[in-house]
């Protein structure tokens, strides 16, 4: 079956410690995000990307780093510079630019990472 | 921010009762959706509606879309227990690529 899949499914970061969340879909989708939900709050966009070898920021960017090497795969880095990591991420796809005619995005079933 | 706000927060019902949320968001949209999320999982999309589009269905679930008031509404008929779950609309405004979300309505259907 085709999905989205992230991995690992709880993280601990120790202080000073950069963590890498990954992100795998194998739905053949041109874009990936990536968002942060913390207790009680919607989904805030941390970067985004619509083809390979490109990104850009969303609107909570800093502390946060991406690559797109490759179509299927998303890894988010959680770096020491965000002072605040705590919280559930997750990742999602769509199939096309959402210019054209809107399109839905399928989610994977998230991170949670948490403060050791 | 262009962001949704859904209303209300939280919302607790019968089994077989229906559920109205009511999502308002600030700038035109090109369309608005709205996703399901259990609890400690990932979103699943449920409807979209385009801004030419005034009411939308998929078997127990109605969609509104209000343009001029800038609000939609989910309607979820004979509400069952396994509905429990948070309500989220996102809007795709024209001119950008990404979807903003609110902050949901978290529902209880009880048995």
């Known amino acids: 079956d085709g999905g989205i899949t992230q991995s690992p499914k709880y993280l601990f970061r120790k202080e000073g410690q950069n963590v890498t969340l990954s992100c795998e879909q194998n739905?053949?989708?041109?874009?990936m995000y990536w968002y942060r939900q913390d207790p009680g709050q919607g989904l805030r966009l941390i970067y985004y990307?619509?083809?390979?070898?490109?990104?850009q920021k969303g609107d909570i960017a800093e502390g946060y780093s991406v690559s797109r090497e490759k179509k299927e795969s998303f890894p988010l880095t959680v770096t020491s510079a965000q002072k605040n990591p705590t919280a559930f991420y997750l990742c999602a796809s769509v199939s096309g630019p959402l210019t054209i005619g809107g399109q839905p995005q399928h989610f994977g079933d998230g991170t949670r990472l948490s403060i050791l | 921010s262009q962001q949704g706000e859904e209303d209300p927060q939280a919302l607790s019902i019968q089994e077989g009762e229906n559920a109205t949320m009511n999502c308002s968001y600030k700038?035109?949209?090109?369309?608005l959706q709205w996703y399901r999320q259990n609890s400690g999982r990932g979103l699943v999309h449920l409807i979209l509606i385009r801004s030419n589009e005034r009411e939308k269905h998929s078997g127990r679930l109605r969609v509104t879309l209000d343009t001029s008031k800038k609000s939609s509404s989910l309607l979820i008929t004979a509400s069952r227990a396994a509905d429990t779950a948070s309500y989220f609309c996102?809007?795709?405004?024209?001119?950008?690529?990404?979807?903003?979300f609110g902050k949901g309505t978290m529902l209880l259907v009880s048995p």
């Open positions: 739905l053949n989708h041109d874009a």
């Open positions: 990307s619509q083809i390979v070898n490109d990104f």
């Open positions: 996102a809007t795709d405004a024209y001119g950008y690529s990404t979807l903003t």
């Open positions: 700038t035109s949209i090109n369309n």
